[in-house]
């Protein structure tokens, strides 16, 4: 498994997030960007930036995930 359990620190899964899309695990993938969204991960804005996570945007839940970053003005 990648970065340990789901239990692991919620910086930690986020930072997998590429590696699951590319392997197919998409779900697992915004399930992540969730619960960092929700427990507050500091890198989480860079995270949903990032090049390698384009691909994800896609995806249903990505707008959620991205207002609780950025909320609209």
């Keep these: 498994m990648i970065a340990g359990?789901?239990?692991g620190n919620p910086s930690e899964q986020a930072t997998h997030v590429a590696a699951l899309a590319l392997l197919g695990r998409r779900d697992e993938a915004m399930d992540r960007l969730e619960r960092a969204a929700t427990?507050?991960?500091g890198h989480?804005?860079?995270v949903l930036l990032a090049?390698?996570?384009h691909g994800l945007r896609s995806e249903p839940r990505w707008p959620a995930i991205a207002a609780r970053v950025w909320p609209p003005r």
């Design 5 to 7: 359990t789901q239990q």
């Design 39 to 41: 427990e507050g991960c």
């Design 44 to 46: 989480l804005p860079l």
């Design 51 to 53: 090049t390698e996570n």
